[in-house]
């Protein structure tokens, strides 16, 4: 932490100013984070509103700011039906890998070079931008560390097969099957991959890449898990980086601007990856309200409505409706597509301030 010499004393919009008054151009939306910029008017003011209302509530319930966010997100996600809360993107990586092992029974993971998927010990395992990152990473840490089985990763541009776009028939991604099949010893629960690599350096994936993933995964019965902790939220043009390449994967993963400053994560399962017991994951403070209630006034509003006729219903912002979802699911997989699980309730508590 505090790589950089400077120090940020204020934000606003996209830019920052350090403690000199010096004013900077935040060209990374505070890593990736702040999609809407600093002290978007809107996001602020639905924070305070929450904080108003009540600053707090134990995940063992449920509460409308997380399970609105939860129902907004499942709409918006292609062919997912579940959403697991987390607190950061590694925690939500891992949460994605424990779907997808005890989906599958397996506990291998296939993951490329180049990717960063964090920094606990599991994810660790995953993550390597640059060597020098892997050397000695997991030094005394094996035996909490991923079975991983780490393939080249795509790169038109600096191919590590040394291939070329036009006649190389995707091999990357050919060759992760390969890897599966033959590099593999206990079973390989999931392939984790970015649609761009982004701290391996902002690389999209190439053409039908994912596609080819997609197809390996559902032959093999492995998790196709997509890693969007950087993509996701608007951040690529369209709300997933995956609907760029109109592909479904099993499980997406979500951080940084999912919280938009605010330390929250989710891991967005369809329903053949989202068998896991409450008590399996969680933590105290997932689905924050205040980071919920701020996320959801960020979002698209969901296509379709619930399926009750009140007048609530036509609104086409949820979040300006009296509509939440009752779900009594646990407190980690706080949404279903189900649309019929959605009614209209009475206005949440407002504030009396
Ligand atoms: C693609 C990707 N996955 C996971 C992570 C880990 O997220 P966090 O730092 O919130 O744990 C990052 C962080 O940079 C990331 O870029």
């Known amino acids: 932490m505090g790589d950089e010499p400077m120090v940020i004393?204020?934000?606003q919009g996209?830019?920052?100013?350090?403690?000199?008054?010096?004013?900077?151009?935040?060209?990374?939306?505070g890593e990736w984070v702040?999609?809407?910029?600093?002290?978007n008017p809107e996001v602020a003011?639905?924070?305070?509103?929450?904080?108003?209302?009540?600053?707090?509530?134990?995940?063992?319930?449920?509460?409308?700011?997380?399970?609105?966010?939860?129902?907004?997100?499942?709409?918006?996600?292609?062919?997912?039906?579940?959403?697991?809360?987390?607190?950061s993107?590694?925690?939500?990586?891992?949460?994605?890998?424990?779907?997808?092992?005890r989906s599958t029974g397996k506990d291998e993971f296939v993951c490329l070079f180049q990717a960063y998927h964090g920094r606990t010990f599991a994810t660790l395992a995953l993550s390597y931008t640059y060597p020098s990152m892997y050397e000695g990473a997991k030094k005394g840490l094996e035996r909490y560390t991923t079975r991983q089985i780490r393939v080249p990763n795509y790169n038109c541009y600096r191919c590590p097969f040394e291939r070329t776009p036009d006649s190389c028939d995707l091999f990357c991604a050919r060759f992760v099957e390969r890897m599966i099949v033959e590099g593999s010893e206990g079973g390989v629960a999931g392939v984790i991959v970015e649609a761009y690599q982004a701290n391996g350096g902002m690389v999209p994936s190439p053409e039908g890449y994912l596609q080819e993933i997609r197809e390996i995964?559902?032959?093999?019965?492995?998790?196709?898990?997509?890693?969007?902790?950087?993509?996701a939220w608007g951040r690529c043009g369209e709300f997933f980086a995956v609907q760029h390449y109109g592909v479904e994967p099993d499980i997406i993963v979500l951080g940084k601007a999912f919280g938009g400053g605010f330390p929250m994560s989710g891991v967005l399962a369809n329903e053949q990856f989202s068998q896991l017991a409450a008590w399996e994951y969680g933590f105290t403070e997932i689905g924050h309200p205040v980071a919920a209630w701020r996320s959801s006034r960020s979002s698209s509003p969901p296509r379709s409505r619930c399926s009750c006729s009140a007048a609530c219903c036509s609104s086409s912002r949820a979040a300006d409706s009296a509509c939440w979802?009752?779900?009594?699911?646990?407190?980690?997989?706080?949404?279903?597509?189900?649309?019929?699980?959605t009614t209209c309730s009475p206005p949440p508590r407002r504030s009396s301030h």
């Not at 996209?14 to 939306?29: N, P, Q």
């Not at 993107?89 to 092992?101: K, N, P, Q």
């Not at 559902?218 to 997509?226: D, E, H, L, S």
């Not at 979802?325 to 699980?341: D, E, I, L, P, Q």
Request: with cysteine.
């Open 9 to 11: 004393a204020d934000a």
């Open 14 to 29: 996209f830019r920052v100013t350090d403690a000199a008054g010096k004013e900077y151009l935040d060209g990374i939306s």
């Open 34 to 39: 702040v999609n809407l910029g600093y002290r």
């Open 45 to 87: 003011e639905a924070a305070i509103a929450q904080i108003m209302r009540s600053d707090f509530i134990a995940p063992m319930y449920n509460a409308e700011p997380r399970a609105l966010l939860a129902e907004k997100v499942v709409e918006m996600a292609p062919g997912m039906s579940k959403l697991l809360f987390g607190l």
């Open 89 to 101: 993107g590694s925690d939500a990586v891992e949460g994605a890998m424990h779907l997808a092992m």
């Open 217 to 231: 995964c559902t032959r093999q019965g492995a998790a196709m898990i997509v890693d969007e902790v950087q993509t």
């Open 325 to 341: 979802s009752t779900t009594t699911a646990s407190t980690v997989t706080t949404a279903s597509r189900s649309r019929g699980r």
